[in-house]
């Protein structure tokens, strides 16, 4: 038998923060209705742990966290927090109708975070670490530690920190390329430094938490779980600050088409699709087009040879089938680009069978239309077969 056929998948946990640090993007803030309808979806998708807000930061966010925990039947509940006495307290109250609840601490390890925002040294933002989480773990079970900026810490140094840290109780390690500088060898060589240097590590789950300033948020985390880590951080869309965090849907999607990293999720796919639109829609922030695996254009073809061979056979040119992330099907577009197998699908579909003549016939008038307008619709089909004589 075959070994990865031996070997059982690899979980990677789905650690969803669309309604934290996606939602931090300017202009994008949710009501707590919406909050709670997004939150619900997320439940039924399979994420594995729900980041439902910061409840410190406001008392909509608390309100938000409290309601999010009491509704939600299947994922943990985890609320943000500073390496601070009181944000710990708000959050351990928030999160206390939670079926599964963790609370998410941390601090900025980089000497930047050090130096610059903390005005600090390394040992004492170790101290801070180890109490926060200790205090933590006082009002739950499960702490999640993040070392901010651990893109940019030294490995050495925040090797020590997650000693300490798990030492104190955290159950799981967040390391985030807060600023989205790491390239993908760098931050998977990361994870797998301390997969190796850090004492006690199999007591607890490395975290990728990739934001994507240069572009690298997927391809970090894919690095991150290849080396060893276990849980993904991410967001619908890739939505959150700046250029966005890690996109859920394509980690998702990487790990099932890929069947030979031995790693999988617990995400129903097929609710993908959907899920993007109700984020987009519920704040307000379009999907780019050629989005990958949720973007409009992601199952369209538009160019002849394209159309030809995908109407020949789906997979020479779609590596996905879109039923699979819960889009119905792949649209063949018609523009000035289109070639007659494309033109002749179309008006077939729409019940205008084209014998070879009639088709070249159509197709020089086809060309002129679509010349003129972007898109050649399904009302238009009829329009030129007539002005064609047919
Ligand atoms: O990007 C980051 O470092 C964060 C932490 C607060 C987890 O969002
Ligand atoms: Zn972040």
Do not use: W
């Not at 020590?160 to 998977?188: M, Q």
Request: a negative charge.
């Amino acid at each position: 038998m075959h070994l990865t056929l031996q070997m059982s998948k690899g979980k990677v946990q789905i650690f969803d923060t669309t309604l934290r640090d996606g939602e931090q993007v300017p202009g994008c803030k949710l009501d707590t209705r919406n909050k709670l309808i997004i939150a619900e979806r997320l439940d039924e998708l399979g994420v594995d742990v729900l980041e439902a807000g910061f409840p410190i930061s406001s008392p909509g966010d608390f309100d938000s966290v409290v309601k999010i925990s009491q509704l939600i039947k299947n994922a943990r509940v985890c609320g943000l927090t500073r390496a601070v006495k009181k944000d710990i307290e708000v959050a351990a109250e928030a999160l206390k109708g939670a079926k599964k609840s963790r609370i998410h601490t941390g601090i900025g390890t980089s000497d930047a975070h050090i130096q610059y925002k903390f005005n600090s040294n390394r040992e004492a933002i170790m101290e801070r670490a180890i109490s926060a989480v200790s205090y933590a773990k006082s009002f739950v079970e499960d702490v999640e530690f993040y070392a901010e900026d651990a893109g940019r810490t030294d490995n050495e140094y925040l090797a020590r920190v997650c000693e300490a840290v798990i030492k104190a109780g955290a159950t799981v390690l967040n390391i985030p390329d807060t600023t989205g500088y790491c390239l993908p060898e760098e931050y998977g060589a990361k994870i797998k430094y301390l997969k190796e240097n850090v004492k006690g590590i199999d007591k607890a789950i490395l975290s990728c938490h990739c934001h994507n300033d240069l572009g690298l948020a997927t391809a970090n985390s894919i690095a991150g779980v290849i080396n060893g880590a276990r849980q993904i951080e991410c967001t619908i869309n890739g939505i959150g600050e700046r250029a966005g965090n890690t996109s859920l849907e394509e980690v998702v999607m990487i790990m099932r088409q890929h069947p030979d990293l031995n790693l999988d999720t617990n995400i129903n796919s097929k609710l993908l699709y959907s899920t993007s639109l109700l984020v987009s829609e519920s704040m307000g922030m379009p999907v780019q087009p050629n989005k990958a695996v949720v973007g409009a254009n992601a199952f369209a073809h538009s160019s002849g040879i394209h159309q030809d061979g995908v109407i020949k056979k789906r997979e020479t040119y779609e590596i996905m089938d879109p039923h699979d992330v819960g889009v119905t099907q792949s649209a063949i577009v018609l523009t000035a680009r289109s070639g007659r197998a494309a033109l002749a699908y179309r008006a077939k579909n729409i019940g205008f069978e084209l014998d070879k003549l009639q088709l070249d016939k159509v197709y020089t008038e086809f060309l002129k239309v679509a010349d003129l307008q972007k898109e050649v619709n399904d009302e238009d089909i009829p329009k030129i077969i007539e002005a064609c004589g047919l």
